[in-house]
């Protein structure tokens, strides 16, 4: 669990993949126990085969629950016959690669837990009173950390992208909408969701849930000038204000209620409102003492409302108690699986299975679920200040030969290389996501010496990363840079102005001169560009300007250093026999340092 609320899962999927088939009879998939055994034309069955038919049994409802995806307790899905949903979820995924991959996750996620249980037993019976009480001291540590101080809010726009073409079309208000391709969906309107569709669902998976689901294609020009509107609003009331996407975003309203003497109720009101009025959309929003609560409460009165959860240790307790473990931000779909199977369902049962959970979980995951339960987080809202990685990535029509992946990844490489020359950086760990037509995502990267940026360097070392993984079927390709610096000039010339070539000596601008307009700057920036072999610039120590390269510009500046240190060390001999006057208007670090010391 992650107080940065990514939607990644404590236990990672990914890692769980295994090569194990359930081989398991798609017509034998939705029978009870009570009917196979029928269909076997026996009324009396071993021990052993009624346990495989309980277990196959077992094991088609936990896939089917898995197929419906982590999306789907979203606001709006409430009043849905999920059972009903799931199975059709099911048959129409039946046979395809997704299924088959979703199949061999959901048996690797079992056998864990089988692995898991196996370890419970092992110790259900034994006296765990040290390791209760060795939680008990953590949880009177971890409460002291407890900060009351802070109003966080929580706001997350209703349906954004559907809203937004709602805005533009308002006949779509009336029927079942949603926002993607058949592929895949970001988003639909609430009368969608009625008929369980949602985000993060295929297409065509929408259509067989709500056959006269209209499906829009995505307008992200649309979007971003909408989430501009809302973010400016954001602004006045917390300037450093942390975005998390497009349609939310966390807010430290603590400043401005102090300073307007408004309750953080009233502020949140008032910011809703605000939205409303600019954009025509409506937000919902949660706040509270830190953002995990605030991204709970912003759920709970979802479409366009709020909750408020005062600033009170036993408010927060009885708040968080009852809470279902799968709504704490990070907690996914995998994650309450496996507290599911150690009696773990919601946020309360983490006390009552404190010493199990405690010897059976890794210290972080346990660490993180205990702040969970104690209703603790983050009480740090900033914008990100410096970026990690930049990435571009594609789905696609299954593409298998080299010269068709390689053409992917020059095409991938130049469109990461214009991210890159557009935020100034580079970087030095070049990777590549992939996802075979089978659904399994690989990952692999490699680290270089130097930097990179220009697309040739980096296509050069992703096709090293592709051609080790062929042969193989592509449906999604993604190339990534990491272990990011800026590209600015390393060179001592990066202190220096400049020298602009329309001016004669005497026209220079001097370098304590006010910096040129912007215009001009890209203006010269682009002619610069051109120059590959030599520069104007002026020598900082002697003040002179040259036209020379970068190599033979170091050197004149190396030694007009090294002519400076001679001329300290005889000025200062000189000072001992004959003392100098000191010089007055020089122009040049030289004249400077030349000066005797008052």
């Known amino acids: 669990m992650s107080e940065s609320f990514h939607d990644n899962d404590d236990f990672p999927e990914d890692d769980l993949l295994l090569d194990n088939d359930l081989s398991q009879p798609d017509d034998l998939n939705d029978l009870s126990i009570e009917e196979l055994l029928e269909s076997l034309g026996t009324t009396t069955v071993q021990k052993e085969s009624l346990q495989q038919l309980e277990d196959r049994d077992q094991s088609s409802q936990t896939l089917r629950t898995r197929l419906a995806g982590p999306s789907s307790n979203k606001a709006g899905m409430e009043s849905i016959d999920k059972d009903k949903v799931n199975q059709i979820i099911y048959e129409a995924s039946k046979g395809s690669a997704f299924f088959e991959n979703e199949r061999k996750k959901d048996q690797a ?4 837990i089988d692995a898991m249980m196996a370890k419970y037993e092992r110790i259900r019976h034994l006296n765990l009173r040290h390791e209760e009480q060795v939680v008990d001291n953590m949880i009177h540590d971890l409460d002291k950390e407890r900060d009351l101080t802070q109003s966080i809010c929580h706001v997350d726009m209703d349906a954004f992208y559907a809203s937004v073409e709602e805005l533009e079309n308002p006949e779509l208000k009336d029927v079942p909408m949603a926002v993607g391709d058949m592929a895949m969906l970001c988003t639909s309107n609430y009368k969608a969701r009625t008929f369980g569709v949602r985000s993060a669902m295929p297409g065509f998976i929408g259509i067989k849930l709500c056959p006269q689901l209209k499906i829009i294609p995505l307008h992200f020009d649309k979007y971003r000038a909408a989430s501009s509107k809302v973010r400016a609003i954001f602004m006045k009331y917390d300037p450093n204000f942390a975005p998390m996407s497009l349609d939310e975003a966390y807010l430290n309203l603590t400043n401005y ?70 709504k704490v931000p990070g907690i996914g779909r995998v994650t309450e699986r496996v507290l599911a199977s150690l009696g ?69 490489a130049s469109l990461l290389e214009k991210d890159l020359e557009k935020k100034r950086y580079k970087g030095k760990t070049v990777g590549i996501k992939i996802k075979l037509t089978s659904f399994e995502l690989r990952v692999r990267a490699k680290t270089l010496p130097y930097s990179v940026h220009k697309a040739a360097d980096i296509a050069k070392v992703a096709k090293e990363l592709i051609a080790k993984e062929m042969p193989m079927s592509l449906r999604l390709m993604g190339v990534r840079l990491s272990s990011l610096e800026t590209t600015s000039d390393e060179s001592v010339t990066k202190f220096f102005p400049r020298v602009d070539k329309s001016l004669t000596p005497e026209k220079r601008p001097a370098i304590d001169d006010d910096p040129e307009d912007e215009t001009s700057k890209k203006q010269k920036e682009e ?15 002697c003040n002179r300007h ?47 340092y030349s000066r005797p010391s008052s």
């Open 109 to 112: 996620l079992t056998e864990r």
């Open 257 to 326: 209620m102090t300073e307007h003497n408004m309750t953080a109720p009233a502020v949140v009101q008032q910011i809703r409102d605000e939205i409303f009025q600019d954009t025509q959309l409506t937000a919902s929003a949660g706040v509270a003492a830190n953002k995990m609560l605030a991204k709970i409460c912003s759920d709970m009165n979802k479409p366009n409302g709020q909750y408020d959860l005062a600033n009170d240790r036993d408010a927060i307790r009885n708040f968080i108690q009852k809470m279902r473990i799968r």
């Open 344 to 412: 773990v369902e919601t946020c309360g049962d983490v006390y009552e299975r404190r010493a199990v959970l405690y010897r059976l979980l890794s210290p972080v995951s346990f660490k993180s679920i205990l702040r969970a339960h104690l209703g603790l987080g983050s009480t740090t809202v900033q914008a990100s200040t410096s970026q990690k990685s930049i990435s571009v990535e594609r789905t696609f029509s299954a593409i298998s030969g080299q010269k068709a992946l390689f053409a992917k990844v020059d095409e991938l």
């Open 527 to 541: 002619e610069e560009k051109e120059e590959v072999d030599t520069m104007d610039a002026a020598c900082p120590i």
């Open 546 to 592: 040259l036209h020379l390269d970068n190599t033979a510009f170091n050197q004149h500046v190396d030694e007009c250093l090294s002519r400076m240190e001679v001329r300290s060390i005889l000025h200062a001999e000189s000072q001992v026999r004959h003392p100098v006057r000191e010089k007055g208007g020089g122009k040049s670090l030289l004249d400077y």
